[in-house]
């Protein structure tokens, strides 16, 4: 085969081969049908006439043959296209139009089959071999009927039959070849679409797969349908699609079935154990057919550590301009201060330099506090032997803070080594029992420090105070910057104890009174010991 012929057959899709490969299917059926018809049936059941059986016979059986010629190839050859349709049209017109001829002319009713073959030519041919098909089928009718005619065994009107017979042919041709150009355009651009369809799905698969948030495809009654694989690292399971909402997990299918209820407008964060996350889902409906629902898995860590860099950024700028603006001052007033306190002065004067003195003291450690936690992301943890460390640093605190020892009780059991960084650990410690101090009564064990081991991989420090309590209305502000209800805190003392927390895997929470303020750390033990 030449490289023209192979260039000609490269223009015709998929669907024209598959089109002619029907139109050859019919073509085999018709021909089956006539054969049988021809050869067994009786003469008073056939549709051919008695004298020209012999001719019948032969013929449907040629044409039997010839369409088998024609199905077996196109499974595999598929060359020359409008050669093989061209062939197959010539046979069904000589074919249709001897058997017509055999039939006694157009009231045999072969005519119509010719209109059937012409329109699946049309269907499947292409420009002007559509119409070429159309004259070669009115030139075989005509021709049959003028053979007829000279044979005397026509009547002069049955020439308009003909005539209109191949205006009919002309018009079906032309129609199904219009309908033929509607459908392959429509095939082309719904090709093009699909292709356009295709690579946008890869596209929105591969964000999809890329998001840092979990997404979940969620049917109304609560199944799975699909999921990308951030959610199953959020989840901490790899369950196929297809499966209940409960199954991944629990916390989730409730929150699902309130969101679904009506009952809340946003879902409440949940804790999935599999993961160790705190998560938070948001529901959209969609307008699918089966109007699914998307859910939207946000990692509560992600969104503080991401509030927690915006805070810190702002932080580090502020205690750049603290440092600048108010230490050189303070230093100043200071100064001036110590020498006033030198010269000889009144009563009153000492009463006044006191409060300059304690309040450029307030306003030094507020300035230590915040320079403190700007420095809250330089965090070395290491392993911390808790027992002597507590021994140490309560002696410290009770000596600086002039405190009978005996007032803090230290309730330690056999808990294996901390993993915190050495400096936060003490400074918040010495922020949180400094405030339990503050508010407590100063008695035998008004302070009491406890340190447990719940499970293998975590520890847990309790520092209670015998005081009254944190009332209800201000548990949710006892860890804002600048918050105190102590006439000389400076307010960062338990902000900077959180913030130091979290910057070591740390949870520093106020848990119920007891009857004082009961506060609780949570963190990692180490794991050998040795290191973190």
């Not at 911390?384 to 021994?391: G, M």
């Not at 936060?424 to 029992?433: G, P």
């Amino acid at each position: 085969m030449t490289e023209s012929a192979v260039g000609a057959d490269a223009q015709f899709s998929e669907t024209q081969w598959r089109s002619l490969r029907y139109l050859n299917l019919y073509r085999f059926l018709l021909a089956s049908l006539l054969f049988l018809a021809s050869a067994g049936l009786s003469s008073d059941f056939s549709p051919f006439l008695y004298e020209y059986s012999r001719l019948h016979v032969s013929v449907t059986a040629f044409y039997l043959l010839a369409t088998v010629l024609a199905v077996m190839p196109l499974h595999r050859w598929r060359t020359l296209f409008n050669l093989q349709l061209s062939l197959h049209v010539a046979v069904d017109i000589v074919v249709l139009t001897i058997l017509m001829y055999a039939s006694g002319g157009l009231r045999s009713g072969f005519g119509v089959l010719l209109l059937v073959s012409l329109a699946g030519a049309g269907l499947v041919g292409q420009g002007r071999l559509v119409l070429s098909y159309a004259a070669l089928a009115t030139l075989a009718v005509l021709g049959a009927e003028t053979y007829l005619a000279l044979g005397g065994e026509i009547e002069p009107h049955q020439f308009v039959q003909a005539g209109l017979l191949s205006a009919g042919f002309f018009a079906m041709a032309i129609s199904a070849r219009l309908l033929a150009k509607r459908v392959l355009a429509n095939e082309e651009l719904a090709r093009q679409r699909g292709v356009a369809l295709a690579n946008q799905t890869l596209v929105n698969q591969r964000v999809i797969e890329e998001m840092q948030d979990g997404v979940l495809v969620v049917s109304q009654e609560g199944i799975v349908r699909q999921h990308n694989p951030r959610a199953e690292s959020m989840l901490g399971l790899r369950e196929a699609a297809d499966a209940p909402l409960a199954d991944y997990s629990a916390a989730l299918a409730t929150r699902f079935a309130e969101w679904r209820s009506g009952a809340v407008g946003e879902l409440e964060p949940f804790r999935v154990d599999a993961s160790g996350l705190t998560l938070r889902a948001r529901c959209v409906p969609t307008e699918s057919s089966e109007r699914d629902v998307l859910v939207f898995l946000e990692d509560m860590g992600r969104v503080h550590e991401r509030a927690r860099q915006l805070k810190l950024a702002a932080l580090g700028r502020l205690t750049a301009n603290i440092a600048h603006e108010i230490r050189n001052p303070l230093s100043a007033i200071s100064h001036a201060g110590e020498l006033l306190a030198e010269e000889r002065r009144e009563e009153t004067q000492d009463r006044l330099l006191r409060i300059v003195n304690d309040n450029t003291q307030r306003l030094e450690r507020i300035v230590r506090d915040v320079l403190e936690l700007g420095r809250r992301d330089r965090v070395h943890r290491e392993a911390i032997e808790p027992q002597a460390f507590l021994s140490s640093f309560l002696e410290e605190f009770c000596s600086k803070e002039r405190v009978d020892p005996m007032v803090v009780n230290s309730a330690r059991s056999n808990c294996p080594p901390l993993c915190f960084d050495r400096s936060h650990l003490h400074q918040v410690l010495w922020n949180v029992i400094g405030n339990a101090l503050r508010h407590s009564r100063r008695d035998r064990d008004s302070v009491v420090v406890e340190l447990i081991s719940p499970d293998a991989a975590h520890f847990e420090l309790h520092i209670r105070d015998d005081g009254e309590g944190v009332p209800a209305a201000l548990r949710e502000q006892v860890f804002e910057p600048f918050f105190t209800t102590h006439s000389r805190g400076t307010g960062l003392g338990l902000y900077i104890a959180r913030e130091l927390c979290e910057a070591n895997g740390a949870r520093l929470e106020l848990v119920d009174n007891s009857p004082g303020a009961h506060f609780r750390i949570r963190g990692d033990l180490s794991g050998d010991g040795k290191s973190c």
